[in-house]
């Protein structure tokens, strides 16, 4: 069975700090990893994807087979990236239903 | 760039009546989701629906639970007989099956009261 792991609840960093959310998956194939975003009181935004090996608004995520992880990193975290971050994990045939850890709140002090 | 779009964006109903939760995925989409999220907890899968037909279901979509896509291009959520607990934010997600992730609607918020 798929599982997608983010031990953390709650993050909470000063302006500036570096930023890691962790995510962890259990998947036996070649799964497709997803960060998603939801600032307060939003939808849900796609961030970023592990196949495009993007880096948006700063955030770059590494998929590291052998550990089966895909944390979300950013250098200098900023006020404006307080939300709520979901690591999911999608597998490739069937329906490719989504499979979304419980979530990481994200807050960024002054 | 092509949105979800759900509606209504709040809804009150009381205990026992039965909703309809609307949303119009993206056009070229073919998978289309539907998932909730109890106010401060995760966000749970309900149910997928690809070719006219549910493809996977939770534990949650139960027989209180049904979906439809009567005209092409809505995907509507219908509970039954709401309970409380049914009190939610509903969101509705559309896919290409591709790699590019899923588009997640707005949501709506449903308070059963």
């Known amino acids: 069975a798929q599982r997608v792991t983010q031990p953390e609840k709650l993050l909470s960093v000063f302006k500036g700090a570096p930023v890691e959310l962790k995510c962890n998956y259990s998947?036996?194939?070649?799964?497709?990893l997803f960060w998603y975003v939801q600032y307060s009181r939003q939808r849900l935004q796609l961030l970023l994807r592990?196949?495009s090996r993007e880096s948006i608004k700063g955030f770059t995520a590494d998929l590291n087979k052998g550990e089966t992880s895909f944390h979300l990193k950013k250098p200098f975290a900023q006020e404006e990236d307080s939300a709520m971050y979901y690591c999911?994990?999608?597998?490739?045939?069937?329906?490719?239903?989504?499979?979304f850890g419980r979530g990481t709140s994200l807050i960024v002090h002054p | 760039e092509p949105e979800v779009t759900q509606t209504p964006s709040h809804q009150v109903t009381q205990m026992g009546q039965e909703v309809i939760l609307r949303c119009v995925p993206i056009?070229?989409?073919?998978?289309f989701y539907w998932y909730r999220q109890i106010l401060g907890q995760k966000v749970e899968f309900l149910v997928s629906?690809?070719?006219?037909?549910?493809?996977?279901k939770s534990e949650i979509f139960d027989d209180q639970f049904s979906v439809e896509r009567p005209d092409g291009s809505n995907f509507t959520l219908k509970i039954r007989s709401t309970k409380l607990e049914d009190s939610a934010m509903y969101f509705c997600?559309?896919?290409?099956?591709?790699?590019?992730?899923?588009?997640f609607g707005s949501g709506t918020r449903l308070t059963v009261v």
């Open positions: 999911a994990l999608k597998s490739p045939g069937g329906s490719y239903i989504p499979t």
């Open positions: 998947y036996s194939g070649s799964p497709e």
């Open positions: 592990h196949i």
């Open positions: 056009s070229n989409h073919l998978y």
């Open positions: 629906f690809y070719n006219n037909e549910i493809s996977e």
């Open positions: 997600a559309s896919a290409t099956g591709g790699s590019d992730g899923y588009t």
